[in-house]
């Protein structure tokens, strides 16, 4: 048994608004102290820039296909895939397809909660 109050925190995507990043790029996210859960939108075509970060994430590819390059190294995700990219690993990715996917980021991004994510608004 927990000796503390457990505090438990209840979401709905459907009550967080799309933040539009470009044209061909949107996401949800959801922020605990040690967590983040994103939902990102690519149109096809999309390419986000190689870039690296702090977090350990794992993406799941709910519908869609993308193509990751992380270093040397080129693997395409399609629906129901699931991708383990390790912390200060430097990736990029194009959407073959329109996509949906679901990342978790620990520890959380917080160059998205400061907005200083500019590699993925160009």
Known sequence: MFDSVISMSLYSWSKIPTEKLTEKLG????????????????????????????????????????????QDKEVTLNEGDVLNIPSGVEHSA???????????????????????????RK
Not at 43 to 48: D, P
Not at 94 to 120: H, M, N, Q
């Open 27 to 70: 996401r949800k996210f959801i922020s605990g102290k040690k967590i983040m859960l994103a939902q990102i939108f690519l149109k096809k075509g999309c390419v986000i820039a190689a870039h690296s970060h702090e977090s350990e994430q794992m993406t799941y590819i709910l519908s869609g296909s993308l193509t990751f390059r992380l």
């Open 94 to 120: 194009v959407a073959l397809e329109d996509t949906l996917d679901l990342d978790a980021f620990s520890p959380i991004r917080e160059d998205w909660l400061k907005g200083t994510d500019d590699y993925l």
